[in-house]
DNA sequence: ATTATATATCGCAAATATACGATGGATGAT
DNA sequence: ATCATCCATCGTATATTTGCGATATATAAT
């Protein structure tokens, strides 16, 4: 029974992987691509430049909201997003350290593989 | 009904966001730290190390190797896994020019939020 | 006031992920 | 040959994700 074990990891485990979460799906990466792109973030033009319908453009922008990657607000008759620098730069800062962790045994002697 | 349309994105998005996937769950997380920091990469080693019952363990093994960041052989009696440092090389210069890519737009007007 | 437009949300269906007990296969020890 | 150990796999239960049609809401236009 899928009891969610996840809690029982370091925060910093859980932070990181929450974050790979939120790219794990190629709409999302694709959207934070526009919204880098587009001085305007307006929701219509995400959709456009994506092959889904708006519903589910909707939904994948709720989860980025979420995670913390991008802001919104809504402006008048349409909605705004953009990204949010400081939770993607923590983001990032969390890769890093990871990412600097794991080659940091890259040099030792394997005894297999 | 869920129609997998991720089929219909760049063909990079898609890679980035499998590899992200790959890092969206602490245990795997957790295991490709162990795998980088011990010698030995025994399984029963990482069973240990993490709060997951044998069986799991073993399907976030299979699910790292499925995204080629881990390589395994059977070793005698254990199971010898390691990182696949080719494929992680490879999902980290993705990262990097997705990184890079959002970047540049982080200087412009925003207009919104 | 009515209508059109832009988005969010609801509700549903299908697919996938998470977790583990039970079991099986292979090796090594006795 | 028997037994213990290590690990993968099967089967199953539950939870989450993905996708969208239908609908609601809110603004702008007429």
Redesign the pocket.
């Known amino acids: 029974?899928?009891?969610?074990?996840?809690s029982?990891f370091d925060a910093d485990e859980i932070q990181l992987?929450d974050f790979a979460?939120a790219l794990?799906?190629?709409?999302?990466i694709a959207i934070l691509k526009i919204l880098a792109q587009k001085q305007s973030c307006?929701?219509?033009?995400?959709?456009e430049g994506l092959?889904?319908?708006?519903?589910?453009?909707?939904?994948?922008?709720?989860?980025l909201k979420n995670a913390g990657l991008i802001k919104?607000e809504?402006?008048?008759?349409?909605?705004?997003?953009c990204i949010n620098w400081d939770t993607y730069d923590q983001f990032r800062t969390l890769f890093e350290a990871f990412d600097i962790r794991l080659d940091g045994g890259r040099q030792q002697v394997q005894n297999c593989c």
Chains 1, 2 share one sequence.
């Open positions: 029974m899928a009891t969610n074990k996840k029982e992987a979460k794990s799906h190629p709409a999302r307006i929701c219509g033009q995400i959709v092959p889904l319908a708006q519903p589910t453009v909707s939904q994948h922008l709720k989860e919104g809504i402006e008048g008759k349409t909605s705004c997003y």
